[in-house]
């Protein structure tokens, strides 16, 4: 079992920057491939950004591209989501994911991103 905690939400301005962070319990971290997802008021949880277990493979929903980017560090146990030029659209929760073939997916908590205009 693998149990995640995200950090680094907060409120930020239009066109500012934040890190989130998400650090995974366990020693079978580099095993999973991990995934951001957030989900607005009233909206369903989407697809942000997910990463192979490797780190060498990146994806980004269309609406991130250019703005965000998502590492990991496996010596850490923690995946990364640097997140740029924020918009107000940006604001949900925000979790992560960790998926490994034949597995159950785990989630984080989330953390609260609020971006004001």
């Known amino acids: 079992q693998v149990q995640l905690v995200e950090s680094g939400g907060g409120l930020v301005q239009a066109g500012g920057s934040l890190r989130l962070s998400c650090a995974a319990s366990?020693?079978?971290?580099?095993?999973?491939?991990m995934g951001w997802f957030r989900q607005a008021p009233g909206k369903e949880r989407e697809f942000v950004a997910a990463?192979?277990?490797?780190?060498?493979?990146?994806y980004r929903a269309d609406s991130v591209k250019g703005r965000f980017t998502i590492s990991r560090d496996n010596a850490k146990n923690t995946v990364y989501l640097q997140m740029n030029s924020l918009k107000p659209e940006d604001t949900a929760v925000y979790y992560c994911?960790?998926?490994?073939?034949?597995?159950?997916?785990?989630w984080g908590q989330g953390t609260q991103v609020t971006v004001s205009s």
């Open positions: 994911k960790a998926r490994r073939t034949g597995g159950p997916d785990y």
């Open positions: 366990g020693r079978t971290f580099s095993s999973y491939a």
């Open positions: 990463i192979s277990r490797s780190g060498v493979g990146t």
